[in-house]
């Protein structure tokens, strides 16, 4: 009879892994890899270790995410630089356990990969990027840095400039943009009205002693295009209006209670909702921030019950809120805006509604122009003035004038001229033209395309969310495995000339047929490659940049 000799308690191999046998000198490189646990152990984060070693020496550490038992398998990524000293290394992977008793091996090896390092030209891009890397904390790099491709190709990292729906980064490569600044380039980037607006304000200083003429021109344009617009004051950003809203509606109803439901800004009252101590606030005993999920009215109705007397203003974002990457991404629902103003003027609440994205995207212009839902303040931002930096806050002149003096409102930059010029041409374009229903035509289309190319290519997927916002959502159940799907996507999105993050896409009014059949082109390419690495798990063979969070 044969025994089966026992397996040693540490033991892996390599299903696959991304090194290339060629790295470019000094590049910033995500390593995947897929190991299955061959060995008589699992492996736990918290005594497993999982190493990428450069001549056997540990180069990073590669973290867990789950415990892996026997014949299960993980897949691994780790950020790591490649060494400045040219010639051949090997690449190597180890995985040990502190907990194996001294009479076993604590380690296995399961894989040794010889690379070569090779002079390469510093790009642009890896030139601006180690700078950023050492002096800007916060800039949005999409890969965290990665820039090289196995391919050949640059991983977009900085731009030159931008026209219409394309962008051009700092390598020359022209991608069709679909977070058009974050969402502020509705009428496309670059825009000849808008540009021409600004170019004839430029005689001028752009902050002035004396209040702009430009700020009650705006401001009227405001008021005669949304119903309920009787006072107006401007911001830079769409955080300042939300903060102004709230400290407003405290001050107004003398309340100190928020509920809310959406992105309201980065500033102190809302970041409550991350935990103030660890987003740099001090810490206060009694919260006042209280979320609700989009369109549940049942849940407003029990805050309001829960906080009775205390609640100054319910704000919200209309519709199309990311409740997450997967979605939902839920439409207006016009019963419930109606419900909620009722409910919360019967309370001696006031409704904010936050239109920083969906204002003049929405069909009507806002969604209270469609839902014929009147609130008592407005956040208005990002599409505002075409693509310069203006906020608005705008609504009942009684509540302007019963607090305004008092919330300490007074940004130096409010009444910047070139900004304000660049809004009233905007308004102008979207009084003239129906903005809204083409970027709800342009949705819809992509969608239709999107749709049914996940379908030819047996995909799993749809386009979720309004026409304005929409985004790609797989439907797959392990959280892990999408992440790597939506990774994957946006890796080759970006080989294939198309800018976004998490499948999200915004489009503008900019975006000409040729974009869109280039957008096609380019998803139908990210999702043949999909398909190619789902089957046999094989993601960590054919991804090279950072995973998106799940
Ligand atoms: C709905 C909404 N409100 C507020 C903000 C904050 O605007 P800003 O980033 O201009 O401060 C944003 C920004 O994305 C937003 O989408």
Same mark, same amino acid.
């Given at each position: ?39 008589s ?42 060494t ?82 394309? !962008?051009? &980064?700092?390598? /020359? $490569?022209?991608?069709?943009?679909? @977070?058009?600044?974050? #969402? ?38 405001l ?27 405290r ?18 009252w ?33 805050? !309001?019950? &829960?906080?009775? /007397? $205390?609640?100054?203003?319910i704000? @919200?974002?209309?519709? #199309? ?8 991404a ?18 001696g ?5 936050d ?7 929405y ?68 009084k ?14 992509? $969608?239709?395309?999107?749709?049914? @190319? ?38 080759e ?8 993050t ?35 798990e ?13």
């Open positions: 009879m044969i025994s089966e000799s026992p397996s040693p308690a540490i033991n892996a191999i390599c299903v696959c892994h991304n090194f290339p046998p060629r790295l470019p000198v000094h590049e910033v490189r995500t390593s995947w890899l897929t190991l299955e646990n061959t060995g152990r699992t492996w736990e984060p918290r005594t497993c270790k999982v190493a990428v070693l450069l001549d056997g020496s540990p180069l990073i550490a590669l973290e867990l995410p789950h415990s892996v038992v026997r014949g299960a398998r993980v897949t691994l990524h780790g950020v790591f630089r490649v400045n000293v040219v010639g051949a290394h090997e690449l190597g992977v180890r995985v040990s356990d502190d907990n194996v008793g001294d009479l076993e091996p604590q380690s296995a090896t399961p894989l040794r990969a010889v690379v070569d390092v090779v002079e390469r030209a510093a790009t642009e891009t890896a030139r601006l990027r180690d700078r950023v890397l050492e002096t800007h904390a916060r800039c949005w790099l999409p890969c965290d840095g990665v820039s090289w491709s196995s391919d050949g190709s640059i991983y977009p990292n900085f731009a030159r400039d931008a026209r219409g729906c394309r !962008l051009t &980064d700092v390598e /020359g $490569r022209q991608f069709v943009d679909y @977070l058009m600044g974050w #969402g502020c380039a509705l009428l496309g980037y670059s825009n000849e009205r808008i540009v021409t607006a600004i170019a004839d304000a430029l005689h001028s200083g752009a902050i002035l002693t004396l209040t702009h003429h430009l700020m009650p021109e705006v401001a009227d344009l008021c005669e295009m949304f119903p309920l617009a009787e006072a107006v004051t401007f911001g830079k950003n769409g955080s300042d209006v939300c903060t102004a809203a709230v400290r407003l509606a001050a107004h109803t003398g309340r100190p209670v928020v509920l809310f439901c959406g992105y309201h800004g980065w500033q102190d809302y970041v409550e909702r991350f935990g103030l101590a660890s987003a740099g606030v001090p810490e206060r005993p009694d919260p006042l921030l209280f979320q609700f999920q989009p369109n549940n009215l049942a849940q407003v109705r029990q805050l !309001l019950q &829960d906080h009775r /007397g $205390r609640v100054a203003a704000m @919200l974002e209309p519709a #199309g809120v990311l409740e997450s990457f997967q979605g939902p839920k439409d207006a629902d016009p019963a419930f805006l109606h419900e909620v103003i009722e409910l919360a003027h019967r309370e609440s006031l409704v904010i509604f239109e920083i994205m969906t204002g003049f995207r069909p009507g212009g806002s969604v209270q122009h469609a839902t014929a839902a009147r609130p008592d303040l407005t956040c208005l931002g990002k599409a505002l003035s075409g693509g310069m930096p203006l906020s608005a806050l705008i609504g009942r002149r009684d509540i302007f004038n019963s607090a305004i003096g008092r919330i300490s409102y007074e940004p130096t930059f409010k009444g910047e001229a070139y900004s304000l010029a660049a809004a009233r041409e905007a308004l102008t374009i979207y003239e033209q129906d903005v809204a229903a083409r970027i709800w035509s342009i949705g819809n289309g992509l $969608r239709k395309r999107l749709n049914r @190319l996940c379908a030819d290519c047996g995909v799993a997927a749809e386009v979720i969310g309004p026409p304005f916002r929409m985004l790609l959502a797989f439907a797959e159940p392990d959280g892990r495995r999408r992440a790597l799907m939506r990774t994957l996507i946006q890796q999105l970006f080989k294939m000339g198309i800018l976004t998490q499948n999200l896409l915004l489009p503008s009014i900019a975006h000409d047929d040729a974009a869109l059949d280039a957008t096609e082109r380019a998803f139908d390419h990210a999702l043949r490659i999909l398909t190619e690495a789902m089957e046999g094989r993601f960590a063979a054919y991804l090279e940049i950072p995973p998106l969070p799940a």
